[in-house]
């Protein structure tokens, strides 16, 4: 069975909006990381958070994590049709290994 | 270095046959991980090399499948006596040491198809 959760499985917004995913899961983690995955194609690392921080940016991405709740969430802003793509949680619970959840299937229109 | 490499990028084969892929990580890593992602679904984690130790195996890897890192450097993986529900895409990626798992860098991918 797989780690992480992700919410919702599909989105479709307009360019511009933004989006936002949400990852839950299951057991105590030393970090969580976010992926991207373009169809047909390899998984792009976008971002990583630790279990001690809350919230990170990288660009038009912002990333929150709590621990308590075991959950952490992916937030685009400005989307581009560009970031049409999967979007994937990840973590270390299980050893020198990450575990990926389901992904989520962001459609930007344009 | 242009970052992990993986060949065949797409392979068609009849059942029964074996097939093998290769792994070129990013050379500084010593870390590389193979994992299985069918159409819908995430990564599913195959197997995980520190230098040329096989140090993790997981339980979705049948008697069939085998892979090896020999020297440290690039890695195969190996599918004996395929079976159409093998068709899948096989990721490689590769990362630096450390404590916790970092980063980690992704291939193109090798997909595999079973007729």
């Known amino acids: 069975s797989q780690q992480g959760e992700e919410d919702p499985q599909a989105l479709s917004i307009q360019e511009g909006e933004n989006a936002t995913m949400n990852c839950s899961y299951k057991?105590?983690?030393?970090?969580l990381q976010w992926y991207r995955q373009n169809s047909g194609r390899g998984l792009v690392h976008l971002i990583l958070?630790?279990?001690?921080?809350r919230e990170k940016h990288s660009g038009r991405l912002r990333v929150t994590l709590d621990t308590s709740k075991k959950s952490s969430s992916l937030l685009i802003t400005a989307s581009r049709a560009a970031d049409t793509a999967s979007y994937f949680c990840?973590?270390?619970?299980?050893?020198?290994?990450?575990?990926f959840g389901a992904g989520t299937i962001l459609r930007v229109k344009s | 270095d242009t970052g992990v490499s993986q060949d065949p990028r797409h392979k068609i084969t009849k059942r029964g046959q074996n097939v093998t892929f290769r792994c070129d990580p990013i050379?500084?890593?010593?870390?590389l991980y193979w994992y299985r992602q069918t159409l819908g679904q995430g990564p599913e984690f195959l197997t995980y090399?520190?230098?040329?130790?096989?140090?993790?195996k997981s339980r979705l890897l049948s008697d069939r499948f085998s892979a090896e890192r020999p020297k440290g450097s690039f890695s195969t993986l190996e599918i004996q006596r395929t079976e159409q529900g093998d068709s899948a895409m096989y990721l490689c990626?590769?990362?630096?040491?450390?404590?916790?798992?970092?980063?980690?860098?992704f291939g193109e991918g090798s997909r595999l198809t079973v007729l």
């Open positions: 990840a973590t270390d619970a299980y050893g020198n290994k990450l575990v």
């Open positions: 090399f520190q230098n040329e130790a096989q140090l993790e």
């Open positions: 057991t105590s983690i030393n970090n």
């Open positions: 990626a590769s990362s630096e040491p450390g404590l916790s798992t970092g980063e980690l860098f």
């Open positions: 050379s500084e890593h010593n870390r």
């Open positions: 958070i630790r279990s001690n921080e």
